[in-house]
């Protein structure tokens, strides 16, 4: 019998209503004899309630607490779709991250899934009943402690289950009809991706598209786990997301660019005047790491030989600025600096494809795009399979419409993908 | 140094502001040199909420996944709870039933404690941090679901958990200054209850004071651990509920006749025509009694002669009614009784008081009072140390309070009580 994971976001569980159209789609997908093991976040803005009332109690609640506190989201999130089900007839059974097996490390707040035992899912598939498991929470196998493991994590819960279950694939549902070449909600041209590498997606990830979090590619790339993202509210074909080979053996043509995508959560933090010694990066960046801080596009200018120094620039999230720049602020001692600097104004907009690193021309294209809609561009970093830019948050949008329609993305436009000039 | 059990109910934690009075009171106890371990229960309507969308969802949810449901309840109280405490720079660990070692029978939604193992609540307190405990909840020995331990069940928390650590008390916290001769809401001249022995507190607990849960009083009975019920709102002392040795070693004289009890929340069950004959009532409680039916006063009619059959009267919580019904029904082809009828618009009125057993004319000036307010009584029934009637439930003011008059417990009355006429 074939064994799938599903995976249910805030969006598609966000009321009542809402919980008794996804239990139906469950039941349904049970009874045409497929095995269903769910995973489920909080519903709608549950975890956003949940962290207002923490800050009304304590400006900085110890991570424990906090990991403590959210993990009340999916707990009824899971117990109400489970009563749906079986409001449906069909035997339901809820699992904290916890009794599903779901072990991590301890770093609250972002902790990593390091083994997944689901015995008693698997006893629950065996009885014929249908396993809901609480999404982005595990126990730490050191302190017994409830974790969870951040922005996204349910995905990586799902992913991370199929995967011990060996299961056929898992499915993420979410509010939309899988992934697009941008935010339709941006660029109405967006165009529906089927297919899609594990490599490009975690670019996309990476730099900002919502639909799936990093981690969760990550994880399906390493054991090879088809990916489906698809809507709760259509029956529609979403999204596939394989390896190059599954892509290949389903003979299909892969597009040499496959989005542009644009990430606003991100700050700018820049380290003014560094003495140029050996050394000093690695000490700023061991302690970044320290403090569990995930950081992207760091740039180092060129030293002025004047003074012997140079800045260091780099991006992370929002949410972690503060923490960066007291970590930073700590180094002076050792490192005697000038000062840091942040702004938090500011858009990375990315270009993805893994038919790009054939094609040089492709990061002049991008560039031209850029200056043709007037936008400055702050910083610039590049991979194998994607070029990203530093823009002001304020011209996000003109960029990305851009940069879109000169690569042909648009849906109705040229169904061919551009291939650069100057090649 | 001396180690203290607190538990705060609902009203204590209704919001942010509750809970930053409740830490400051817990880390002045600790910081006065007293180990302090805390149970907590949901904050405010939070379970009433949880029970609202349950509803939303199934009718009739599985008890499993309802007491999932509702154990989301304590997890945020219990978390938000020790995050104010850590601002107020004190370590505080919270820890859901199962993790503190509350180990119960499977029956959910009314739970049994069957052993407490809170090795992780005597770590964190050699620690020197301060253990915050969800109330009402455990996890069952066989099957490893959560369970929840029914109303009132995060008192019974506490005092398993004060007996388990051997505690030197236990203190309930409430929004009332302790126990009254009735309830003050009802009764405006009620009298506070500085000491009273376990066995009163049982009767009162079960005739309805919404004090104290009856299973709690219970429990500290059996280990003679020493409960103070006071307010969360002052420093007054509250009721200290102690063994009869107990209360004499600290010279204090025992009142004839502690307080009046009333209970709303009971349905009447009548069962008509069952043919006399042995084992029907037996068939009937047992029955019963497997539907996890908690039950009071049985009540059976003299045998009609005529008929050879008699009607049995029994009363059980409003949210038991319709499985009561339904159980009895399902043995109609076993008894053959002519048909079930209830009534929810009942009152039961009940005179407490460990003297009265010595004391023949309490019943008899119990009815009067009852006669001269113009109340009729439709059921009676009596214990060592209380007599209990049903009553119209529109007649309960003043049914309690002539009573609570009669038996001179009123605050700005005669200060000794009343010793009965006609003895």
Redesign the interface.
Known sequence: MPLIVQKYGGSSVAD?EA??RV?KRIVDTHNSGTQVVVVVSAMGDTTDE?ID??E???????G???D??L??GE??S???L???I??LGVE???YTGS?AGVITDSVHGRARIIDVTPG?IQTALNDGAIPIVAGFQGVAQDT?DITTLGRGGSDTTAVALAAALNADACEIYTDVDGIFSADPRRVPKAAHVPFITYEEMMELAAMGAKVLHLRCVEYARRFDLPIHVRSSFSNQEGTWVLSQTAIKERKVEQPIISGVAHDLSEAKITIVGVPDKPGNAATIFEAIASAHINIDMIVQNVTTAATASTDITFTCPKTDRELAVKTIESLKPLIAFERVEFDEEIAKVSLIGAGMRSHPGVSAAFFRALASANVNIEAISTSEIRISVVIRASDTDKAVQEVHTAFGLDADGEAVVYAGTGR
């Open positions: 009542a919980i008794k239990a949940l009332l923490a009304q109690v304590s400006p900085n609640p110890p424990r607490e906090l403590m506190l993990t009340a707990r009824i899971m117990a109400v489970a009563m749906a079986s409001d339901a059974r809820s009794q008693r017994k």
